[in-house]
Nanobody
Framework: QVQLVESGGGSVQAGGSLRLSCAAS????????MAWFRQAPGKEREGVAV???????RYADSVKGRFTISHDNAKNTLYLQMNNLKPEDAAMYYC??????????????????WGQGTQVTVSS
């Protein structure tokens, strides 16, 4: 059974950093595409970053140079390091996985497995 559990969200001031984690079970994370999405109140779910087998990564323009997606194979855990956070980064953050290939987009419709989300708040 596939399960994704996010953690690491919280409240920070603008310019601060957070690292989100997504513990996966039921499969090996480096064999599939995994991504981080976010959704702010009243807005559509937005793709933030994706990592493919072989460690190819892709980012939304809004987070390039500030966010880094990675995974720890030994811990079967996905991460999102977020630096220089801005108030517009505030949202519920979700990790997601897809077992279909090809993969690697930032489109939510591509992903079939989702975590429950972790809240990120950024104050100015």
């Amino acid at each position: 059974q596939v399960q994704l559990v996010e953690s690491g969200g919280g409240s920070v001031q603008a310019g601060g950093s957070l690292r989100l984690s997504c513990a996966a079970s039921g499969y090996t994370i480096n064999s599939v595409c995994m991504a981080w999405f976010r959704q702010a109140p009243g807005k559509e779910r937005e793709g933030v970053a994706v990592i493919r087998p072989g460690a190819f990564t892709r980012y939304a323009d809004s987070v390039k140079g500030r966010f880094t997606i990675s995974h720890d194979n030994a811990k079967n855990t996905l991460y999102l390091q977020m630096n220089n956070l801005k108030p517009e980064d505030a949202a519920m953050y979700y990790c997601a996985a897809t077992f279909d290939f090809p993969c690697g987009s930032l489109s939510a419709g591509e992903y079939g497995s989702w975590g429950q989300g972790t809240q990120v708040t950024v104050s100015s």
